[in-house]
């Protein structure tokens, strides 16, 4: 069992605790510095049930597979592969068409989800940035588990590209949220201030539904563990 988890020794961490990221499904335990590593895993072993109940309750796994549905940009596409159609991925209506081969569908699905997700972050946060009267140097985009924005004090704002598969609103709130990082490095009222003037209001509402639906959105282009 040692071998599926993440060993982490944490200064203040006072107990060994163990935990499952509903974003990867990975298993992690941190343990006091100066803990014992074998009995904290002989520990985690003894909570194979927990852990599978844990597991049990995990989104589900939503492969880019053809038939599969994909949320983007407020509305529903639908995965079809045609063997006579071009390997290039097309958007028809609510539908995304491909040939090629079959095996190679999921990874050329995600990779024009990549390219969407940054052209509607770029344009969300054009908008924001002149609203703000700041500059950004680069858009750039990635697949973090851990946050869905980040704003270096470089000017280089990247992002998670699954917004693409969140509401537009959730998304356009992120992009002002990231922006506002740009006048005020830190999470002060002036910052949070700054985003609502940014945004037209308050995102708790898009706040919100990341922290519902956030870890779900890791599971779409996957499949099982």
């Given at each position: 069992?040692?071998?599926?988890?993440?060993?982490?020794?944490?200064?203040?961490?006072?107990?060994?605790?163990?935990?499952?990221?509903?974003?990867?499904?990975?298993?992690?335990?941190?343990?006091?510095?100066?803990?014992?590593?074998?009995?904290?895993?002989?520990?985690?072993?003894?909570?194979?049930?927990?852990?599978?109940?844990?597991?049990?309750?995990?989104?589900?796994?939503?492969p880019f597979v053809p038939g599969a549905l994909v949320p983007f940009?407020?509305?529903?596409?639908?995965?079809?592969?045609?063997?006579s159609a071009s390997r290039r991925i097309a958007h028809v209506d609510?539908?995304?068409?491909?040939?090629?081969?079959?095996?190679?569908?999921?990874?050329?699905?995600?990779?024009?989800?990549?390219?969407?997700?940054?052209?509607?972050?770029?344009?969300?946060?054009?908008?924001?940035?002149?609203?703000?009267?700041?500059?950004?140097?680069?858009?750039?985009?990635?697949?973090?588990?851990?946050?869905?924005?980040?704003?270096?004090?470089?000017?280089?704002?990247?992002?998670?590209?699954?917004?693409?598969?969140?509401?537009s609103a959730v998304r356009r709130a992120t992009a002002a949220h990231?922006?506002?990082?740009?006048?005020?490095?830190?999470?002060?009222?002036?910052?949070?201030?700054?985003?609502?003037?940014?945004?037209?209001?308050?995102?708790?509402?898009?706040?919100?539904?990341?922290?519902?639906?956030?870890?779900?959105?890791?599971?779409?282009?996957?499949?099982?563990?």
């Amino acid at each position: 069992m040692s071998g599926e988890i993440d060993l982490v020794r944490h200064p203040r961490a006072r107990r060994a605790k163990l935990s499952l990221d509903p974003a990867s499904g990975r298993v992690r335990l941190v343990i006091p510095a100066r803990a014992s590593a074998k009995a904290a895993l002989a520990w985690a072993a003894t909570q194979g049930e927990w852990l599978e109940r844990q597991r049990a309750a995990l989104p589900a796994a939503r492969p880019f597979v053809p038939g599969a549905l994909v949320p983007f940009d407020d509305t529903t596409l639908t995965i079809v592969w045609d063997d006579s159609a071009s390997r290039r991925i097309a958007h028809v209506d609510d539908r995304l068409v491909t040939g090629g081969p079959a095996e190679t569908v999921g990874r050329r699905v995600e990779a024009w989800l990549r390219r969407e997700a940054l052209r509607l972050l770029s344009e969300d946060t054009a908008h924001y940035a002149a609203l703000a009267g700041v500059k950004v140097v680069k858009v750039a985009i990635g697949d973090a588990r851990g946050r869905w924005g980040s704003c270096a004090s470089s000017g280089t704002i990247r992002y998670n590209w699954r917004l693409a598969l969140a509401p537009s609103a959730v998304r356009r709130a992120t992009a002002a949220h990231e922006v506002a990082h740009r006048v005020h490095m830190n999470h002060s009222p002036a910052f949070h201030a700054l985003v609502a003037t940014l945004y037209g209001r308050d995102p708790a509402v898009e706040r919100n539904w990341l922290r519902r639906h956030g870890a779900a959105l890791h599971w779409f282009g996957r499949g099982s563990i």
